[in-house]
């Protein structure tokens, strides 16, 4: 075989020698494509292919076969193959008909598919192109082997190695990690000249990073600026949901703008392995993915980003807003949005801490999946980004623990989610339940202890633990002038009292911090919807906002009085 598998199934001779005619002419060079006439033959093919250990990396399926149908059939893929992509093929105009309708959305939420595929009916077909196309994008993402990946080579996945996978993770780069002792790592650091101290960054250009440093980091992801001394309109500070958003308006719209975030792009929402509910994205998209889509976006607008850069002081100075750097000085802005987020709690069991990178993480397993296969894995949490994670290791692990401390996943966890995550046979939901011990062998995570709300231990194997529970915000470098309520979380517009020291005469706008000309934006802000749709929305309105208040300042300026008026009395 000359490369990973295309498999197409369909027991109608007609559209399976179109299909794989298609296939044949646009892939064959790069894939080795097959085409089966039953669910049986195919089922067999996929074993053997199982036990050659030959990727698959898409599977195409008739809607209708004999013997089962399509969407069983591809269903039954990921117990054989479980990175492999799996379509749907459906006729032009099958959306329209209710059962056709049905058995996809049905497919969908029981995690039988990934999306459907409209059969080619003429020459070139380039709308079902787009979407095998899309299909082995994500699966060479998913393998560690798509353009542009970089190789990080280590001698344990704890420690600086860890460090640097999960700064690599932060800011969406591709990258790929190995033992320095395995078969890859060996090949890796054959092609390396000179001294190297591990861990190394190998870029796609060649060029060798020996045990980087968080700057050379920032420097592989392109966002190399020098903000230092710099006078922008407006400072973004965080680049989740929100400040990506607002860094995609503010640079349309004509503004000066500098994003700054003391790790890389996407922030919580790159630990999402599949959201499937963001408006224009039918199949559903990755946090990494949304996040880089969004970073090119606004990068291409004009907005300047400054990554791994912290920011360590913020203040009013001559109607401007000050903020100190920790890496490069000062920069000035007319206005600042804090859209910093949330940062998931500490577990606070010290073996388990111990293990950190180890076995044990924090967030969802967007990078660490595909090392777990055929393990026992656990994931602690109970909302859409926990369930989400349990649902994307159900397709590479043994079998898959969800521990939940509230009573039902309804508490926390849409509706679509829990009745997935409820049908998926490989995952259990453990309610009423928490983590407090567990240990390792060979600096490995191996088991857990689990109780519940009774009292009740029980000691349970596990190789992967993945803890997502609770937020706080990243707000303890935020100066006393701007008001938070009692979990740290920023007040804005309404919420802000008499109290929160709000200085001038007109009263604050939407989502305008007690330090006039700061806006905050998604999850750190008090009341947020803890969702990336909502943070998205915040984060464009905050832009308009700076809008007005650059329109209040032109006022002023055209009247001769202040831009800051006094104090209220």
Same mark, same amino acid.
């Given at each position: ?236 500070? +965080?680049?989740?949901? #929100? /400040?990506?958003? %607002? ?9 000066? $703008? =500098? !994003? *700054? ?120 949490? +109970?909302?859409?980004? #926990? /369930?989400?994670? %349990? ?9 898959? $623990? =969800? !521990? *939940? ?165």
């Amino acid at each position: 075989m000359t490369g990973p598998v295309l498999l197409a199934v369909d027991d109608d001779a007609k559209a399976r020698n179109v299909v794989e005619s298609e296939l044949r002419e646009r892939y064959s060079r790069d894939y080795t494509i097959l085409c089966e006439p039953s669910c049986a033959a195919a089922l067999v093919t996929l074993e053997r292919l199982r036990d050659e250990e030959v990727p698959v990396a898409l599977v195409l399926a008739g809607q209708w076969l004999s013997g089962m149908t399509g969407s069983e059939l591809l269903g039954r893929v990921h117990q054989l193959h479980p990175h492999a992509k799996r379509g749907l093929l459906i006729e032009w105009g099958g959306w329209g008909d209710r059962p056709t309708g049905e058995a996809i959305h049905d497919a969908m939420a029981h995690g039988r598919i990934d999306y459907y595929v409209l059969r080619p009916s003429g020459r070139p077909d380039e709308v079902f192109h787009q979407a095998v196309s899309g299909f082995l994008l994500e699966w060479s993402h998913s393998q560690k082997i798509a353009p542009h990946t970089i190789n990080v080579v280590g001698h344990s996945w704890s420690g600086r190695a860890y460090e640097i996978r999960d700064a690599l993770e932060r800011c969406a780069i591709p990258h790929a990690f190995c033992l320095a002792d395995s078969e890859r790592g060996r090949e890796v650091l054959a092609g390396v000249d000179g001294d190297f101290e591990l861990p190394l960054m190998v870029l796609p250009t060649g060029t060798v990073l020996s045990n980087p440093s968080d700057a050379e980091i920032a420097g592989a992801s392109g966002a190399g600026v020098n903000p230092s001394g710099r006078d922008y309109e407006v400072v973004i500070v +965080g680049s989740g949901p #929100a /400040g990506l958003s %607002a860094a995609v308006y503010g640079a349309s719209e004509g503004f000066d $703008t =500098l !994003v *700054v975030d003391e790790g890389g792009i996407g922030g919580q929402a790159t630990l999402s392995s599949l959201i499937r509910n963001y408006l224009g994205f039918p199949r559903g998209v990755s946090g990494a993915r949304l996040s880089e889509q969004a970073y090119e976006q606004a990068w291409v607008l004009g907005a300047d980003f400054a990554f791994m850069e912290r920011v360590v002081g913020l203040e009013r100075e001559n109607g401007r807003i000050r903020l100190t750097l920790s890496e490069h000085g000062s920069v000035s802005a007319r206005a600042v949005i804090l859209a910093t987020g949330a940062t998931y709690r500490r577990i606070g069991v010290p073996e388990l801490e111990e293990l950190n990178g180890a076995g044990v993480f924090y967030g969802g397993p967007a990078s660490e999946a595909h090392g777990l296969k055929g393990l026992e894995v656990c994931v602690v949490g +109970g909302a859409n980004s #926990a /369930g989400q994670a %349990a649902l994307h290791l159900a397709r590479f692990a043994r079998h898959v $623990t =969800l !521990v *939940v401390r509230a009573g039902s996943l309804a508490a926390g966890m849409s509706h679509y989610l829990a009745r997935q995550i409820e049908a998926t046979p490989n995952v259990d939901v453990r309610l009423r339940t928490e983590v407090v011990g567990g240990g390792g062998e060979d600096g490995w995570l191996r088991r857990l202890v689990l109780r519940d709300a009774d009292g009740a231990e029980e000691t349970v194997e596990a190789e992967g633990l993945f803890l997502m529970i609770g937020a706080r915000p990243r707000t303890d470098w935020v100066p006393p002038e701007i008001a938070r309520d009692s979990r740290g979380f920023i007040l804005t517009g309404a919420d802000l009292g008499d109290d929160s020291g709000w200085p001038l005469e007109r009263s604050p706008y939407l989502l305008e911090t007690s330090m006039p000309g700061v806006f905050a934006a998604g999850d750190v802000r008090h009341g947020a919807v803890k969702r990336v749709a909502s943070a998205v929305g915040e984060g464009s309105i905050a832009i308009q906002l700076v809008h007005q208040l650059v329109a209040e300042d032109r006022l002023h300026a055209q009247a001769g009085v202040p831009a800051t008026p006094s104090s209220r009395t």
